[in-house]
């Protein structure tokens, strides 16, 4: 009925292609198989005991159960410009330069509705984690890609970004508004250094752009790795706003804890916009939140070496059971070029035979989009017995296959 009224926001919006194997996994646990699933970035482990202790000690008061602030109580603003002085040395004003949000996800969406106009472009390097294109598809706006180049060692070919970049800028009509970058990135692992952020920041004065930075890995990082922030670079708050969740580092993905900190246009933009959406996260959980951005971070170490560990497991054990991969220095991923007895399959059917063959799920780099193909994103939540019975099924598949 009333076919003539159409939802063009949701017509520009493609089908979920990670829904076909969700459906695929949903099916064969119906019909009872165990099905070792790596296909989620979802957290396994149980929140640190501390923050719930908090959650349930503010829960018990009877003051923190009507509406909360919807840009965050300041008390929570400040843990996360506390944070930033902490890790990075970066100053933050809580009032101005930092917004709470429900996940970084909504953070990003709403920005994105805040600060687009119809026609507008952003560019978003591909693949990517859907919703870092698909908030200004949503917002009226246009999304220009390209491919992300890397090594071996999952690190930024930072020549190849910016000879793209500047090809984007020179060839756009209009000229782009915003440039989106997440390092560690998700879903390919990549990292840079600081020497990056230097150049963008300087490219993005001079031809006049809003960048937007996810370092929602920040803190899942290797081997000596450290992930820089675009807020350490002189005058970066010029230009830039950077998210970051506790649903990693912290083990609340449920919770829905964000934050978005930087450049006072946007983030003004962005706490208005709030204002109106919504009124902020139930206040336990940004008391709890406080204790865990302020309170000890041995919880943040203990997590970092469990996925350490997994890695570690699921790269030698995958690798002998002939699937060759390498070791990311971070995120809770792994990113795995398809083996090449199935390349021919292509990262979708390669992952529904995974799923039918071998009980194993992962995401097709499809998924992410075109530069995902020939790549599937293995993410380290299973524990590390199971990661062993995945390899063993997979070198069962993989000899079926060279049969």
């Known amino acids: 009925m009333f076919d003539e009224i159409r939802f063009n926001t949701i017509d520009r919006l493609p089908g979920y292609v990670f829904a076909q194997i ?9 019909a009872g198989d165990d099905i070792i699933d790596f296909s989620m970035g979802n957290p396994d482990g149980r929140t640190p005991q501390h923050i719930i202790d908090k959650l349930v000690e503010s829960a018990q008061k009877d003051g923190t159960h009507g509406y909360s602030v919807s840009k965050g109580i300041y008390k929570l603003r400040l843990a996360i410009c506390n944070w930033y002085a902490r890790k990075y ?36 390097p591909d693949p990517a984690y859907p919703i870092h294109a698909y908030a200004f598809m949503i917002a009226g706006g246009n999304v220009h890609k390209f491919g992300l180049d890397y090594n071996e060692k999952y690190e930024l070919d930072k020549e190849q ?3 793209k970049l500047k090809k984007v800028f020179k060839e756009s009509a209009p000229k782009p508004k915003f440039v989106v970058v997440n390092f560690p990135h998700n879903p390919t692992c990549v990292t840079t250094d600081l020497s990056f952020y230097e150049e963008l920041v300087a490219y993005a004065k001079e031809e006049r752009f809003y960048i937007i930075s996810d370092i929602a890995y920040a803190d899942l990082s290797f081997d000596g790795y450290e992930t820089p922030s675009i807020l350490q670079v002189e005058g970066a708050k010029d230009v830039a706003v950077e998210c970051y969740t506790l649903s990693k580092s ?31 996260m139930f206040t336990p959980i940004q008391v709890a939140s406080t204790i865990a951005l302020d ?27 002939g699937w060759p991969m390498e070791k990311p220095q971070s995120t809770m991923f792994v990113w795995a070029k398809i083996p090449k007895v199935a390349e021919h399959l292509g990262s979708m059917e390669f992952a529904k035979q995974l799923l039918k063959e071998a009980k194993i799920a992962v995401s097709p780099g499809v998924g992410f989009g075109e530069s995902g193909e020939g790549y599937v994103r293995i993410a380290l939540i299973e524990n590390e017995n199971r990661i062993r019975q995945a390899a063993r099924n997979i070198k069962k598949y993989l000899k079926s296959l060279e049969g």
Not at 89 to 98: F, H, I, M, Q, Y
Not at 250 to 279: C, E
Request: net charge positive.
């Open 22 to 30: 969700n459906e695929l996994k949903l099916a064969a646990r119906h």
């Open 161 to 163: 970004f910016f000879i």
């Open 89 to 124: 040395g970066v100053t933050l004003d809580p009032n101005t330069e930092a917004v709470a949000t429900l996940g970084s996800k909504e953070g990003f969406v709403h920005l994105a509705q805040a600060i687009m106009n119809p026609g507008d472009v952003a560019v978003v």
């Open 295 to 321: 309170g000890p971070q041995e919880c943040v170490d203990e997590i970092r070496e469990k996925y350490r560990k997994r890695r570690d497991v699921l790269v030698e054990s995958f690798n002998n059971a």
């Open 250 to 280: 912290y083990n609340m993905a449920g919770w829905r804890v964000g934050f978005v900190v930087g450049n006072k246009k946007l983030v003004g933009a962005l706490q208005k916009i709030k204002s109106w959406f919504d009124y902020g």
